[in-house]
């Protein structure tokens, strides 16, 4: 309900083409759903929901709808809690009880927002059931997941609901299984994946090994490789992923990565059907609110609303339009690669250097060449260190923690990219030297 956070979702959807939101904690207590009548019945009161769910849908993105965490009164233990905001894991005290719940809930979304609107929504039961934000065990989210799935779905066959929203891309195969043996509906399969080996860090320290971009790549293939077998035109969405898991992790600020994400997208792209980021912003709860400009936090923005070097990145893949075009000559690898698409008129070409962990490398000289043809000059946009990247900037001021005015508007300029103007000489070759940890974003035509 921050009006601060809300202006980085409006920007988030219109500046980098977000198109849905996703977040935790829909269902606890202090969103204040389920009540204890005075006669010691279950209430359930949406207003409070429905406040968020609006503030949300103002940014012009739609929910991804999360079903977390357990109410207390539903709860077989309501003292299992995880992070900051005291996210209860417990599995509910029966099922049954859980089930009435999501019809209650289905019947005020469709009443409040109508089948159209809630037919473009996403429904995912809970967040990594198989690390500490379940207590319970496998077959207990299974039962989770179908009490849910069967009771949003009595309500409206149109909700869309999906799961099993696990860590480390794992459980796919068993709950897929789990799916076919008992004929519960599955929409979609989510899962989240992180390059480092760290499953969840429940304080305030974000130290990782990072495992590199072809890890990413791995998992892609193989959770492709497990939904495609059961069902080829089931949607994979990775609901988390970022350049680590820790919450806090320099990596997460410096310029290195928006050239991870380029890379990410891509095997995304390749192998999955959409994603979504973690996170939106650094002003973010889970273990505990921070408000040093650049603190190592997931967010594509800052405390103070400066865009970091994850934001340009999606600012740039938002800005490619028209069909996929074929590019010559380049490396058959995850780390250094490109995407072009053009319209007839313009063509625009993305490209990025991705430092591996624990990789020095040099210069990336690359001869793009893009079929279509092109002459004359080409527009070029650069994510570099201190120019698309405020990080480096806030580095070199002595990284103060208190902004002054001055300070703010200094770094609000070094997080805009630069831009450049190459020649394309005759046989069509635009010559760039992309640097390590960089990405670039290439125009010609109007």
Known sequence: MRSDLQEHMAIAHRELGMRYWRCHGTLSDDVGIVRQGANGEVEYTFSGLRRIIEAGLRSGARPFFELSFMPSLLARNPNQTITHYQGITSPPKNFKAWGSLMTRLGEFLLETYGTREISKWYFEVWNEPNIP???????????????????????????RVGGPSTARAEWIGEFLAFAKRTRTPVDFVSTHIYPSDVAFVDSDEGEVNLLGTDFLYRNFKRVAKEVRAYDKRL????????????????????????????????????????????????????????????????????????????????????????????????PGEAARGAIATGDGNKICALLWNHCEPGEKIGPWQVNLKLAGGTKGKAEVHWILPGQGSAYEAWLKMGSPANLRATQLKSLQQASKPKKTVCRINRDGVIQLKIHPGTVCLLKTGK
């Open 133 to 159: 934000f379940w207590t319970g065990t496998r077959e207990e989210y299974f039962q989770l997941y179908r009490h849910a799935v069967l009771a949003l779905k009595k309500v409206s066959p149109k909700f």
């Open 235 to 330: 949607p994979i969405f990775w609901g988390e992923w970022n350049s680590s898991a820790g919450p806090f992790a320099a990596n997460h600020d410096d310029c290195n990565n928006a050239a991870l994400i380029c890379s990410t997208l891509m095997g995304i792209e390749e192998y999955g059907d959409g994603s979504l980021y973690w996170n939106l912003s650094d002003i973010y709860e889970e273990s505990r609110y921070h408000f040093k400009p650049f603190h190592g936090g997931y967010g594509m923005f800052s405390v103070d609303g400066i865009r970091k070097s994850a934001a340009r990145a999606f600012e740039f893949w938002h800005s490619l339009e028209g069909e996929r075009l074929k590019i010559e000559g380049l």
